[in-house]
């Protein structure tokens, strides 16, 4: 069964092609994922190596954690399972005072919009 391991501190040039030759020392790849920013197209610094076995997987972490990759120290253990996030999109009405509880704007002496 395969094991996902959590790469971070990775450097912004490190690519998926560089990432999976880099774990290939320690056994067969499944996968290599960097996480990129979707503003700005560019790495967050931490990405996923997805082992074939869990012996692979347990001698990854023990030669790759602390060790330098593109002039960067690498973090590397066992993956943890993705939390749950809260639905919806960073806006939250109930503590801006939803719309229309607007106050200031040009001109209005600090009057509350209706």
């Not at 997987?57 to 590397?76: H, S």
């Amino acid at each position: 069964m395969a094991k996902k391991l959590y790469v971070g501190g990775l450097s912004y040039d490190t690519t998926e092609d560089g990432l999976r030759n880099f774990f290939s020392g320690a056994g067969n790849i499944e996968t290599a994922t960097i996480i990129m920013d979707r503003m700005s197209g560019r790495s967050k610094g931490f990405g996923f190596v997805e082992m074939a076995t869990d012996e692979e997987a347990q001698k990854a972490i023990e030669m790759f954690n602390g060790k330098e990759l593109d002039g960067r120290t690498l973090t590397v253990n066992e993956a943890r399972p993705m939390e749950a996030r809260p639905a919806g999109g960073g806006f939250n009405r109930e503590k801006r005072g939803g719309f229309g509880q607007r106050r200031g704007g040009f001109g209005q002496g600090g009057q509350t919009w209706r």
